[in-house]
Each structure stands twice: as structure tokens, then as C-alpha cells.
């Protein structure tokens, strides 16, 4: 079984390798590089995992993940960061519980 991924992420070379790897293994990826973009095509697509970027501009993955909230997709999430230093990175968050981490 295939699965669909949409990833959000403002910085294009950060997209382009995580779509490398991830349609190297099987997977239909969907890219963006807003949120609020992300949002839409999260109602439209449905897809069954969704990887953002914490830090972007208008709307951050954090925002992205409480919207998803919002409208209470069938799906259920979670919220993953992490970030070029590994000492800052190791965070999640279920989204469902609306705990952040980082």
C-alpha cells in the first residue's frame, strides 16, 4: 500500500531532499511551501501524513497543526520537529491532545 505525504516547508532544498527519499520508497508526495496552502490541500487530499516545517513565515507548523485541529479531519495527525541541531530537535506533539513540543 501506498501512501500520500504532504510536506510543508518554506526552504526548497529541505523539500526537495525529504521528496527524494520519501518517493525513493513508494510514497506520492505532495509539496508546499505555505501553511495556509497546506491547509487547503490537507481538506482536499486527505493524505496520510503530513510533514511541516515548525518555523515559516504567515502561519507556522504549529498554527498548521491546531487548524488541522479545527476542522477535525477523519485523519488523525501528529505533529513531529526537528531541527539541524540535534540537541534541539527531538520534539512531538499529538495534536489531538493540542500539546506542542520542541
Given at each position: 500500500m501506498v501512501g500520500t505525504v504532504l510536506i510543508v516547508d518554506d526552504?526548497?532544498?529541505e523539500m526537495e531532499l525529504i521528496s527524494y527519499y520519501l518517493q525513493e520508497n513508494g510514497y506520492i508526495v505532495i509539496g508546499t511551501g505555505s501553511a495556509k496552502a497546506a491547509l487547503d490541500q490537507a481538506i482536499?487530499?486527505?493524505?496520510?501524513?503530513i510533514i511541516t516545517d515548525v518555523v515559516m513565515p504567515e502561519m507556522s507548523g504549529f498554527e498548521l497543526c491546531r487548524s488541522l485541529k479545527k476542522i477535525r479531519l477523519r485523519k488523525r495527525y501528529r505533529s513531529s520537529s526537528?531541527?539541524?541541531?540535534?540537541r534541539k530537535s527531538i520534539g512531538c506533539g499529538d495534536c489531538d491532545r493540542e500539546r506542542m513540543c520542541t
Open positions: 526552504t526548497p532544498s482536499a487530499l486527505k493524505p496520510d501524513v526537528v531541527h539541524q541541531n540535534p
